[in-house]
Protein backbone atom coordinates (compact mmCIF):
# COMPACT_ATOMS: atom_id res chain seq x y z
CA UNK A 1 0.00 0.00 0.00
CA UNK A 2 3.06 2.22 0.96
CA UNK A 3 4.72 1.24 -2.45
CA UNK A 4 1.24 2.41 -4.15
CA UNK A 5 1.40 5.50 -2.36
CA UNK A 6 4.85 6.30 -2.65
CA UNK A 7 3.91 5.78 -7.04
CA UNK A 8 0.68 7.92 -6.49
CA UNK A 9 2.89 10.85 -5.19
CA UNK A 10 5.34 10.41 -7.75
CA UNK A 11 3.12 10.82 -10.61
CA UNK A 12 1.43 13.53 -9.28
CA UNK A 13 4.61 15.28 -8.61
CA UNK A 14 5.22 14.55 -12.70
CA UNK A 15 1.72 15.92 -13.51
CA UNK A 16 2.38 19.16 -11.54
CA UNK A 17 5.83 19.61 -13.00
CA UNK A 18 4.59 18.82 -16.39
CA UNK A 19 1.65 21.42 -16.48
CA UNK A 20 4.12 23.99 -15.08
CA UNK A 21 6.36 23.41 -18.40
CA UNK A 22 2.97 23.58 -20.49
CA UNK A 23 2.16 26.59 -19.18
CA UNK A 24 6.05 27.76 -19.94
CA UNK A 25 5.47 26.76 -23.10
CA UNK A 26 2.14 28.42 -23.47
CA UNK A 27 3.51 31.50 -22.49
CA UNK A 28 5.88 31.11 -24.95
CA UNK A 29 4.24 30.39 -28.01
CA UNK A 30 1.46 33.51 -26.52
CA UNK A 31 5.08 35.87 -26.39
CA UNK A 32 6.07 34.56 -30.21
CA UNK A 33 2.47 35.31 -31.37
CA UNK A 34 2.44 38.77 -29.99
CA UNK A 35 5.80 39.61 -31.12
CA UNK A 36 5.14 37.88 -35.08
CA UNK A 37 1.66 40.48 -35.23
CA UNK A 38 3.80 43.34 -34.53
CA UNK A 39 6.34 42.53 -37.02
CA UNK A 40 3.24 41.87 -39.30
CA UNK A 41 1.75 45.75 -38.40
CA UNK A 42 5.25 46.83 -38.94
CA UNK A 43 5.65 45.29 -42.16
CA UNK A 44 1.71 46.54 -43.05
CA UNK A 45 2.55 49.97 -42.01
CA UNK A 46 6.05 49.55 -44.29
CA UNK A 47 3.86 48.36 -47.06
CA UNK A 48 1.66 51.54 -47.27
CA UNK A 49 4.36 54.22 -46.89
CA UNK A 50 5.64 52.41 -49.95
CA UNK A 51 2.38 52.42 -51.44
CA UNK A 52 1.80 56.31 -50.75
CA UNK A 53 5.48 56.91 -51.48
CA UNK A 54 4.86 55.47 -55.46
CA UNK A 55 1.71 57.22 -55.58
CA UNK A 56 3.81 60.40 -55.00
CA UNK A 57 6.56 59.57 -57.48
CA UNK A 58 3.56 59.49 -59.82
CA UNK A 59 1.76 62.11 -59.51
CA UNK A 60 5.54 63.91 -59.42
CA UNK A 61 6.34 62.45 -62.83
CA UNK A 62 2.83 63.21 -64.07
CA UNK A 63 3.15 67.02 -63.22
CA UNK A 64 6.55 67.09 -64.50
CA UNK A 65 5.07 65.88 -67.42
CA UNK A 66 2.42 68.64 -67.69
CA UNK A 67 4.88 70.76 -67.15
CA UNK A 68 7.24 69.54 -70.26
CA UNK A 69 4.18 70.27 -72.23
CA UNK A 70 3.75 74.28 -71.13
CA UNK A 71 6.08 76.53 -73.42
CA UNK A 72 7.55 78.44 -69.87
CA UNK A 73 7.55 74.80 -68.39
CA UNK A 74 10.29 73.69 -70.60
CA UNK A 75 12.32 75.73 -69.80
CA UNK A 76 11.71 75.35 -66.46
CA UNK A 77 12.31 71.25 -66.71
CA UNK A 78 15.53 72.14 -68.74
CA UNK A 79 16.66 73.91 -65.91
CA UNK A 80 15.59 71.31 -63.67
CA UNK A 81 17.31 68.61 -65.71
CA UNK A 82 20.88 71.10 -65.04
CA UNK A 83 20.45 71.51 -61.85
CA UNK A 84 19.67 67.75 -61.23
CA UNK A 85 23.26 66.30 -63.88
CA UNK A 86 25.68 68.97 -61.36
CA UNK A 87 24.21 67.55 -58.23
CA UNK A 88 25.09 64.02 -59.67
CA UNK A 89 28.69 65.56 -60.82
CA UNK A 90 28.95 66.55 -57.23
CA UNK A 91 28.12 63.60 -56.04
CA UNK A 92 30.18 61.55 -58.39
CA UNK A 93 33.17 63.87 -57.20
CA UNK A 94 32.49 63.72 -53.51
CA UNK A 95 32.50 59.61 -54.21
CA UNK A 96 35.65 59.92 -55.75
CA UNK A 97 37.46 62.41 -52.73
CA UNK A 98 36.32 59.74 -50.30
CA UNK A 99 37.44 56.66 -52.15
CA UNK A 100 40.66 57.99 -52.20
Known amino acids: ?3 WKRRAELLEARLVHGAGQTEKWRARAREAEA ?4 ERLA ?6 ELQELQED ?19 LFEKLKSKE ?14 ER
Open 1 to 3: ADE
Open 35 to 38: QLKD
Open 43 to 48: GDRTQN
Open 57 to 75: IKDLVQEVEHLRQQPDGRI
Open 85 to 98: KQLADERAANREMR
